[in-house]
C-alpha cells in the first residue's frame, strides 16, 4: 500500500480562489473589502515571517490588511488599549494578535480583550467554549485545526464514528482539533507525554493527527493500515546537504508511514498552507458578520 498524498497548497488556493471571489462580489456590492489587523509585539524573527505572510495572502485576495507593531517592551495596558482601538475601527473586520507575546505580557487577558466578532483566530475563550459544548456553534474556529478538518473532508474521509486519535494537546492545535473531531461525531482520544502505551493507542485510529512538535516522531508501525493520517508538525532538523543547513520535517516519518497510511500529508506542503487559507475565509465572515449588523 503506497498513501494518497494530501495536497494541501492545491487544496489551500481553492479555499483562496473562493475567498477571492467573495471578496470581489462584496466590492461589486458597494462595500468596502474586508480588513484584517495584525498586532506584532517584539522582534522574535518567526513572528515577522508569520505576519508577512498573511499581510501578502490577504492582498492576493483583496483583502485589506493593517498591520501594528509594537516594541517588547509594550505593557500589557498598552496591547490591550490598541486591541480596544481595533475593537472600535469600523474599517478592521478581523484582529490577529500574533502569538507567542513577550515574557510578561498575559496573552489570556490579551485574547479576552478582542471583540468575539473580529476574533478570526478563534482563540476568544467564548468562542472555545462555544467549541466544546454541544449544540452550540463558535463564531470563528482556529484556522490550523480548521484546515485540519477540511482536508479530511476534501478527501472524503468517514469521520462520523471513526476512532480518531490526536497526539498533542495544545489550546492551539490538539484540544480544538479534538473538538471539531467530535462535532464529526468521531470518537476521539486524545494522547499525550502521560499517555500510557502510546503507540498502541495511535495504532487504533481510523484517523491520526499528529501534533506534538517532535521530529518524526510517528513510525510506520504506529499507524493502522489505511488509517488518515494528517501531520501538523513542522520541525527544523539539521542537513548539511542543504543550503540553508537543514529540512523541514513533521511528527511522522513520511517515509515509513506512506507505506501503511491510506492518506497522508506531507510536510511543507500539507496542513502548513491550509492555516492561511482558513484565517483568510475567517477574516471574510467577519466582514460579512459585520455587514449583516
Known amino acids: 500500500m503506497t498513501a494518497k498524498k494530501i495536497d494541501g497548497r492545491a487544496i489551500a488556493q481553492e479555499v483562496r480562489d473562493a475567498v477571492k471571489a467573495d471578496v470581489a462580489a462584496m466590492v461589486a456590492e458597494g462595500k468596502k473589502p474586508p480588513g484584517l489587523a495584525t498586532v506584532l509585539v517584539g522582534e522574535d524573527p518567526a513572528s515577522q515571517v508569520y505576519v508577512r505572510m498573511k499581510h501578502r495572502a490577504c492582498e492576493e485576495a483583496g483583502i485589506r490588511s493593517i498591520g501594528h507593531k509594537l516594541p517588547a517592551s509594550s505593557t500589557q ?134 501534533a506534538v512538535g517532535i521530529p518524526e516522531m510517528v513510525k510506520g508501525d504506529w499507524i493502522k493500515p489505511g488509517a488518515a493520517v494528517i501531520d501538523v508538525g513542522v520541525n527544523r532538523v539539521d542537513d548539511d546537504t542543504k543550503k540553508r543547513g537543514y529540512r523541514l520535517v513533521g511528527d511522522v516519518d513520511y517515509e515509513e508511514a506512506k507505506e501503511v497510511a491510506g492518506y497522508l500529508t506531507p510536510v511543507p506542503g500539507g496542513v502548513g498552507p491550509m492555516t492561511i487559507a482558513m484565517l483568510l475565509r475567517n477574516t471574510v465572515r467577519a466582514a460579512k458578520i459585520a455587514y449583516e449588523k
Open 77 to 210: 495596558e498598552e496591547v490591550e488599549g490598541l486591541v480596544k482601538e481595533l475593537n472600535e475601527d469600523s474599517d478592521v473586520h478581523g484582529i490577529l494578535v500574533q502569538l507567542p507575546l513577550p515574557d510578561g505580557l498575559d496573552d489570556e487577558r490579551i485574547l479576552r480583550t478582542i471583540s468575539i466578532d473580529k476574533d478570526v483566530d478563534g482563540f476568544h475563550p467564548l468562542n472555545i467554549g462555544r467549541l466544546a459544548q454541544k449544540g452550540r456553534e463558535p463564531q470563528f474556529v482556529p484556522a490550523t485545526p480548521f484546515g485540519v478538518i477540511h482536508l479530511l473532508k476534501h478527501e472524503g474521509v468517514e469521520m462520523e464514528g471513526a476512532n480518531a486519535v490526536v497526539l498533542g494537546r495544545s489550546n492551539i492545535v490538539g484540544r480544538p482539533a479534538a473538538l471539531l473531531l467530535l462535532k464529526e461525531n468521531a470518537t476521539v482520544t486524545i494522547c499525550h507525554s502521560r499517555t500510557r502505551d502510546l503507540q498502541e493507542k495511535s495504532r487504533q485510529a481510523d484517523i491520526l493527527i499528529a
